[in-house]
């Protein structure tokens, strides 16, 4: 690589890892029961409680891979329980898919501009910007699944280690989330097609690169009794939930919006409509245009691999395409390199793909990871305000919590916050009045004493599954205290009351 392109493309890097996490100093940052939990449990890593289950999936017995709670615990050691640093290193991870984004375009025989401007695009990317600082397992498969596809292109020829790489990096892609297992299919067809060679060498090392990468789970599987498999078992059989209720036509409708707003969200973000049918064209230009080659057939496999997923669940996982991005990209790279000549529609297309992403990242990188967020204003931002007030309004006076959450009655988020941010910063934690949380992780509030009057209650912004219950909840905490004044912070509502 030339020298200039080295810098060129280090300066990419750059700015992309300043988009990724300009705002997350600031508490732009979604935290909710999910992130809680896994603060909480990396925490019990910390300490010597070596785990060896993932998170658990939608799905109940099947959970995904410990890998991420291993990848995260370095920097939640550095950052004394801050989530602020892991989500640093996840964005610093995600930033090196703009490297692989330009390697690849040059696997494909792009020239050099228009690889660098492919990586330029992947930095500028709405969709990259909120997988890189989401703090949940599913992010950094951003970066594993084009990994996993770009060892399985360079399997077609001599290197030893590509094959062994390509199962390494889908294993750990099935680490982050057991559904995307689906990436194994789109191999089987590029084998029956012979676009990979299918050969007793090439599958021996794949199946050893993916056994090494799924090895937590098979570990897992053995010491709590295969209930994975169980759970496999009931999703795939035919009385299953998603194959009696679910038509082909509404999953096929759903697949389709999927994918349109993968399109949208790393073409044109600011208007899911126009981008996803900019990808529409993108995909029947590209199929129309591109003579048959066997990179064609590998992207086309790549992009539509997902297909096989969505009778089994995926229609409800708005994370189901992470990494299809990436291969957007390089589809985007044939009609790039088409339309080059044509110098004033090429820097049309470069400056709508490039001001949508950026006017998208501006506008809801400030309010967290949106597009995966059920509770958005759950930010730390808006949390660690909610704290301080309390212990403000207290000024070292003892007082008593209870919270209305979801999930119900689990208050694993808001004591993790306590723990890392409250009484670090306050010297002391609150007491607890809610429902009992015995057994679930963040149960170290002490129960509240007699002679503490001050209680408040944290109420969760309001969600369609969630808000029937808050106001039970309210009329519950009215048997404990009596309401003061409320104060929002966001949509996070904080009650101060009195003890009855």
Not at 222 to 229: A, H, L, N, Q, R
Not at 278 to 295: K, M, N, Y
Not at 356 to 376: C, D, E, V
Request: glycine fraction near 8%; include cysteine; charged fraction near 10%.
């Amino acid at each position: 690589m030339r020298y200039r392109n080295v810098i060129k493309l280090l300066l990419i890097i750059l700015i992309g890892l300043i988009l990724r996490y300009v705002f997350i100093p600031f508490g732009a940052l979604t935290f909710s029961y999910d992130q809680g939990r896994d603060a909480f449990i990396v925490r019990e890593i910390l300490a010597g409680d070596f785990k060896i289950q993932g998170p658990p999936s939608s799905t109940p017995g099947l959970y995904h891979g410990v890998f991420y709670y291993y990848l995260l615990a370095p920097f939640y050691f550095l950052g004394l329980g801050n989530p602020i640093y892991p989500v640093f290193g996840l964005a610093v991870l995600n930033c090196l898919g703009i490297l692989l984004m330009y390697y690849f375009a040059r696997e494909l025989n792009f020239s050099r501009p228009i690889s660098l401007t492919l990586a330029l695009f992947y930095a500028f990317s709405f969709e990259q910007s909120q997988y890189a600082v989401w703090l949940s397992n599913p992010s950094y498969a951003a970066l594993t699944v084009p990994l996993y596809y770009y060892f399985l292109f360079k399997s077609r020829g001599q290197n030893r280690w590509s094959p062994l790489l390509a199962g390494l990096f889908l294993g750990l892609s099935i680490q982050a989330d057991i559904f995307l297992a689906y990436h194994i299919f789109p191999l089987l067809i590029l084998f029956i097609i012979r676009t990979i060679p299918f050969t007793k060498q090439l599958l021996a090392k794949f199946i050893t690169g993916l056994l090494i990468g799924i090895l937590p789970l098979v570990i897992a599987q053995f010491k709590f009794g295969f209930t994975g498999f169980v759970a496999v078992r009931n999703l795939l059989l035919p009385s299953g939930i998603n194959q009696t209720k679910a038509l082909f036509t509404d999953t096929a409708l759903i697949y389709l919006n999927q994918l349109t707003r993968t399109f949208a969200l790393n073409l044109f973000p600011i208007q899911i409509f126009l981008g996803g049918l900019a990808g529409i064209c993108l995909v029947f230009w590209f199929i129309r245009h591109v003579i048959d080659t066997p990179q064609k057939n590998i992207l086309l496999a790549y992009l539509f691999s997902s297909l096989i997923a969505f009778p089994y669940g995926g229609v409800a996982t708005p994370f189901v395409h992470v990494g299809i991005g990436f291969v957007i990209y390089l589809i985007l790279g044939y009609f790039l390199s088409a339309i080059l000549k044509r110098r004033f529609l090429f820097l049309i297309v470069i400056t709508l793909i490039t001001v949508g992403n950026l006017l998208a990242i501006f506008k809801n990188n400030p309010s967290g990871q949106t597009i995966f967020a059920l509770q958005p204003d759950l930010t730390i931002k808006n949390e660690t305000a909610a704290i301080d007030f309390i212990y403000r309004s207290e000024n070292g006076t003892r007082f008593s919590l209870n919270s209305i959450t979801s999930p119900l009655h689990i208050n694993t988020s808001w004591s993790y916050l306590f723990n890392w941010y409250g009484e670090s910063k306050y010297g002391y934690l609150p007491y607890w009045h809610g429902h009992d949380q015995i057994g679930l992780l963040g149960n170290n509030l002490q129960k509240t004493p007699a002679d503490v009057t001050d209680y408040y209650l944290i109420i969760d912004p309001p969600e369609p599954n969630f808000v029937r219950f808050i106001q039970p909840g309210i009329e519950e905490e009215n048997g404990f205290s009596k309401l003061e004044a409320e104060y929002n912070f966001g949509k996070i509502r904080v009650q101060k009351r009195v003890r009855i």
